[in-house]
């Protein structure tokens, strides 16, 4: 059991990620009150990121204090915030001017990645991860713990 220890980390890292980005990700589709063909694709961008994250993550888990695997991760979850990203960004674009457009603009995962935040996190967590690979991990739990506390106000009034 204490063998697998890391690869269990890893999991429970893994579902978190999927739980915080299915929070937001139904958050900004259940106010959206119009999707396009190019919100459809832009979605299936973001789909096909999220669908790394179980790769990444065995890999990860079985090889915690290896580089290769702890890069391949912050790759993807880089990949997975640009698509994320992207995803938002066209969604206001199908909303502007509305309200719903502002309240896309003003949640916590948008606002970090349309910063300069997300360059500079990920920039650490390469330095990081060269030093103590684990780092990757860690730093992305302690990501999505913010994520999940902090929250867009009306986040628990959508239907």
């Given amino acids: 059991m204490i063998a697998d220890t890391p690869y269990l980390f890893a ?7 999927v739980g915080v980005a ?6 900004m589709f259940a106010i959206a009150t119009r999707l396009t063909k190019r919100v459809y694709w ?3 961008a973001w789909l096909l990121a999220m669908s790394f994250l179980p790769v990444a ?12 695997p ?6 993807v979850f880089f990949v997975w915030s640009i698509a994320y990203w992207l995803l938002t960004r066209v969604l206001i674009a199908e909303h502007r001017g509305t309200s719903v457009a502002e309240k896309l603009a003003a949640m916590p ?11 500079t996190f990920t920039a650490i ?8 690979p684990p780092a990757c991990l860690i730093a992305t ?16 009034q959508v239907v």
């Fill in 109 to 119: 995962p948008y606002r970090f990645m349309n910063s300069w935040q997300l360059p």
């Fill in 125 to 132: 967590l390469a330095v990081l991860v060269y030093f103590f």
């Fill in 70 to 75: 702890e890069y391949f991760y912050l790759g």
């Fill in 141 to 156: 739990l302690g990501e999505l713990i913010y994520m999940a506390l902090h929250t867009s106000p009306d986040s628990d």
């Fill in 11 to 17: 999991y429970i890292v893994s579902f978190l990620f």
């Fill in 57 to 68: 993550t065995a890999w990860a888990g079985e090889y915690l204090n290896e580089r290769g």
């Fill in 22 to 27: 299915w929070y937001n990700h139904h958050y």
């Fill in 42 to 44: 832009v979605n299936n």
